[in-house]
């Protein structure tokens, strides 16, 4: 069939669209008219007719209209998909375009002024700014920094308050008036305002002028002094990573300082730095020709007292002794004497539950009383207690409470969060109000200082004033502007600023500086310790919880008792069904008649059985409980005898609760249809351990037959050497030790049956308060108390007795056991210990050998010759990675030790990647010498690669010691 033409229908173009292009006219089409159709196919990809611009425009505003009537009706979802997807598709001039087009129709919310307004106009603005509102705007960013340290906004403040530039800045010079008022405000050496003296009546001579001004000096030298040695411990303090703001609470040179911070920062000076600062400005205000006797006494009073607080300042220190208590009062002792309280102390409540709060008891001020309290365990009423014991009748002059909490509330005690919920409770309102009744009024300055920054939240100011309701007193607590853990102590507090500085009425500023530098390490530590060891903890405090309270049952109650203990709650279970049936008025007094008449009708059946108790066991637990060891018996043989009995009776007795609660339950589950495991299972877990129980009962059958039949001569060490022919036994026992605990581990994982029949056993009473695992766990321990009974034995076993030889020979036998079983733990423990190395080490082969063991691991530091050519004692190295050391009895294993932190945590992840490993006798090891450029180096050399390595001083010796000691056994074991 032959191949037509056919011409484009109406549904694939328009019909005007092809007459407009001369393609729908009949007749044969040309070459020309056929070409141009195939390239329509390619080109007309929207359909538009290129070369009609007239029916291109009419076709694009039609496309336009229909588009917009979609967008219309299009969802807002649909309308930003639709934007997407035309955006994605736009090309960079045409995104240039959309941008511009949102920047001028999109009003503009928030703009930073100074990028918009001119330079002068900002100046302007900030010229309003007091300095301290100047250095915290100079913190917004480096734009504002510069602008706010311009001269013309310094050089009229400093020229108020006098203070001129003793130079000419050059005109790059920037700053300079900033640092010219930053020096003069953080300088005491400078001259107060002179005033009118002419009110003197005398003048001064010549001598005592210049006795003035040389005690001026003096004064000054020793503010100069106070000032350095200030200045260099809160440098020491600060810690490299801090900015030296006042939100980290340290200072630093440079640090743009405002003249509020500067009078509030000096009244926390030394007390000898603010008199002394008080006596230069006395004196310089007594520049006086006349001055009357009185001024001269009052004078030398004044130098006397600077003498007196300068040698306090040099020689007062406190010890605490802090007596373990719920809440306590810390006592303190001088060493001239017994400190006598102020009529008016202060006092400072401490939270337990603040980190180290031995540090902050430490530096509590003499004369303060700090009163530390244990949060979850105090009421509020024995808080108040302690409160009023601590004053002993006295009123404070002010209490301070120093706890958790944060903006919203005050963590003051467990259960007790002081906020605005909680502050209403009766029980609230009348703590607040009694402790109002410890400080003074508030007409004689009594306050209520909370450590905690109350004052920063709308909640938390709504705390404050209905606490300021309830006490009538002035509530301070600092505002919380400084960031970081507590640093919000340092920070503003409200209240009259003209007042001293609260933390100062109670803490010694060193010391409660050297506190906060340490409590967010503190913190971190605590957390982590918390994390890892809350769960250990928490299953250890059951476990022994378990066992001291199994213990002092057994030790307080017989076995019978414990079983009759089952009796009484049964019998308590059919009274208080009793009670159900019948309503009474008193169901207590009817529970009561009714246990009477049960114990009456057993009365004599317990006497009876109580004196059937009688026998050797009851004997032995009473002599051993008491605690006498039968140190009145002469014939010691026979006492370790007895001893021998009694261990036996409990170790089977022990090996008896093994059948009786797990074996036979297992084994009547298994033939009942109903089974709980498999019948190779159960073989597999307890067919050794009920071999040991036959062996042992044999054993303790013909031991209390001995017993029974005993004399001097009575023979001991042929029994130990018959039941030792049979301890392959234990043997077997030992050698699937293994299989065993990983046949009960896979049991209760896939089991859900064995888990909960594992639950239900686990830990009762007739377990004796153990798990299956720890009950499992006797027979390995039984060989070593035999080998301790046969020693006493034979110690005791005169020479020439006939079973001398036996005892020695059966102690040999029992000791090859021992030893046997040593092994098999050292091979455990060389397992397991081959495996977790395994798994640290990244990217690490098998490792599992029979005859490898870990020896020891060494941290080094790789480094790198920089030249070779050098002399050996001029040669310089550089440090490329770390590595880590793993010497096992034949190889070395070196990884790359690579240390990693996470954001907002100290605790770093060490991983390990595997390099290589070396066989011990293929490796060689140089000493390097120690010169001026490394010291203690060793060099590793294999033979394909050598390893330059440095340890830590300590190390290198024992390291090397332990290497080349594996390198001489290796190359002796691959010689022979």
Request: net charge positive; glycine share 4%.
């Amino acid at each position: 069939m032959a191949t037509t033409y056919t011409s484009p229908t109406l549904h694939s173009i328009k019909q005007w669209h092809l007459e407009s292009l001369g393609l729908l006219a009949g007749g044969p089409k040309s070459t020309d008219q056929i070409q141009k159709m195939e390239l329509l196919h390619t080109r007309f990809s929207t359909w538009t007719p290129i070369e009609n611009k007239s029916l291109n425009n009419q076709l694009f505003q039609e496309r336009i209209r229909l588009i917009s009537h979609w967008f219309d009706m299009w969802t807002d979802k649909q309308r930003k998909e639709f934007l997407h997807g035309i955006l994605i598709k736009c090309n960079k001039s045409q995104m240039k375009f959309a941008e511009k087009w949102l920047l001028e129709n999109i009003p503009v919310i928030k703009v930073d002024f100074t990028t918009l307004l001119p330079r002068f106009i900002s100046l302007y603005i900030f010229s309003f700014l007091n300095p301290k509102d100047l250095c915290a705007a100079a913190q917004v960013n480096w734009h504002w920094k510069f602008l706010t340290e311009q001269d013309c906004l310094w050089m009229p403040k400093c020229i108020s308050l006098g203070w001129f530039l003793p130079y000419t800045p050059e005109k790059n010079e920037h700053g300079a008036w900033k640092q010219h008022y930053m020096v003069c405000a953080t300088d005491v050496d400078h001259s107060a305002p002179r005033v009118n003296t002419e009110t003197f009546e005398e003048h001064k001579t010549e001598y005592e002028e210049h006795q003035e001004r040389m005690h001026a000096e003096r004064l000054r030298k020793i503010i100069r002094e106070q000032m350095a040695l200030h200045k260099k411990e809160l440098l020491k303090a600060r810690p490299p990573w801090l900015s030296g703001t006042r939100n980290s609470g340290f200072y630093r040179h440079g640090w743009q300082l405002s003249l509020s911070q500067i009078i509030h920062d000096r009244s926390r000076l030394p007390a000898t730095v603010l008199l002394a600062k008080k006596r230069i400005a006395s004196s310089n205000h007594m520049l006086s020709k006349h001055f009357s006797e009185e001024m001269k006494s009052e004078l030398k009073f004044s130098r006397e007292a600077e003498k007196q607080l300068l040698k306090n300042v040099v020689g007062s220190s406190s010890s605490l002794t802090m007596p373990h208590k719920h809440c306590w009062t810390v006592s303190r002792s001088y060493p001239y004497g017994d400190h006598v309280l102020q009529p008016q102390p202060h006092l400072i409540l401490i939270s337990s539950h603040v980190p180290a709060y031995e540090l902050i008891v430490d530096s509590v001020k003499p004369g303060v009383i700090p009163v530390v309290y244990e949060p979850s365990s105090n009421t509020l009423e024995s808080l108040l207690f302690c409160v009023q014991k601590a004053l002993d009748g006295q009123a404070s002059k002010s209490i301070g409470i120093f706890s958790n909490g944060n903006s919203r509330g005050i963590n003051l005690l467990q259960g007790y969060r002081i906020n605005i919920k909680t502050l209403l409770k009766p029980e609230v309102r009348d703590f607040w109000e009694k402790l109002k009744s410890c400080v003074t009024s508030a007409e004689e300055g009594g306050t209520i200082d909370i450590f905690v920054p109350l004052s920063a939240s709308e909640a938390g100011l709504e705390v404050l004033s209905q606490l300021s309701r309830l006490t009538g007193l002035l509530i301070r607590t600092p505002t919380g502007i400084a960031t970081g853990s507590y640093q919000h102590i340092l920070s503003e507090w409200l209240g009259n600023q003209k007042d001293a500085f609260p933390p100062s009425l109670y803490f010694t500023d060193v010391k409660l500086q050297v506190w906060l530098r340490f409590t967010e390490l503190l913190e971190d530590a605590l957390k982590a310790v918390r994390k890892h060891l809350r769960p250990y903890f928490s299953d250890l405090k059951k476990n022994i919880t378990g066992k001291i309270l199994g213990h002092i049952m057994f030790d307080a109650l017989s076995w019978y008792e414990v079983q009759d203990n089952q009796r009484v709650a049964q019998v308590l279970a059919d009274g208080l069904v009793e009670l159900s049936r019948e309503n009474h008025e008193n169901p207590l007094e009817f529970l009561s008649f009714f246990l009477m008449k049960k114990h009456a009708k057993d009365k004599e059946l317990r006497k009876e059985v109580a004196m059937t108790e009688n026998n050797l066991e009851a004997n032995l637990e009473g002599s051993v409980k008491n605690g006498r060891l039968y140190e009145d018996i002469v014939d010691k043989r026979k006492s370790f005898a007895k001893e021998l009995l009694l261990s036996e009776k409990n170790y089977v007795h022990i090996l008896e609760i093994v059948r009786d609660v797990y074996v036979k339950p297992l084994n009547a589950a298994l033939t009942s249809n109903r089974a709980i495991l498999s019948y190779v299972s159960i073989q597999l877990i307890f067919a050794d351990i009920l071999g040991i129980l036959q062996l042992n009962k044999w054993f303790l059958e013909v031991l209390i037959q001995r017993l029974n039949e005993w004399s001097p001569a009575q023979n001991l060490g042929d029994l130990f050497i018959a039941f030792g022919r049979q301890l392959q036994t234990y043997i077997n026992f030992y050698n699937n030790y293994t299989v065993i605990l990983k046949t009960i581990d896979k049991c209760r994982e896939t089991i859900p049956v064995f888990r909960a029949f594992l639950k239900r056993h686990d830990r009762t009473v007739i377990t004796t308060m153990r798990s299956l695992q720890e009950l499992l766990l006797c027979p390995s321990k039984r060989i070593e108390e035999y080998i301790t009974l046969l020693y006493a034995l034979s110690v005791h076993t005169p020479a020439g007795h006939t079973d001398r030889e036996d005892l020695i020979a059966a102690t040999s036998q029992m000791k090859r056991c021992k030893d046997y079983v040593d092994q098999l733990k050292l091979n455990v423990n060389r397992n397991d210990q081959l495996l977790s190395t395994q798994r640290l080490i990244q990217g690490c082969p098998k490792l599992l050998k029979a005859s490898r063991s870990l020896i020891r691991t060494q941290d080094v530091a790789q480094l790198k010759c920089c030249s070779e050519r050098v002399a050996v004692p001029y040669r310089l190295y550089e440090h490329t990675h770390d590595l880590s050391l793993f010497l096992f009895n034949d190889i070395l294993v070196i990884t790359q030790r690579s240390i990693s932190y996470k954001p907002f945590e100290r605790i770093s992840t060490t991983t390990h990647q595997f390099l290589t490993a070396v066989t011990l006798h293929q490796l060689l090891v140089d000493d390097i010498p120690d010169s001026k450029y490394i010291k203690n180096a060793f060099r590793l050399q294999g033979p394909r690669q050598q390893w330059i390595c440095c340890t830590e001083e300590d190390d290198k010796f024992t390291w090397l010691s332990s290497l080349q000691k594996a390198i001489t056994c290796s190359i002796e074991e691959n010689v022979y």
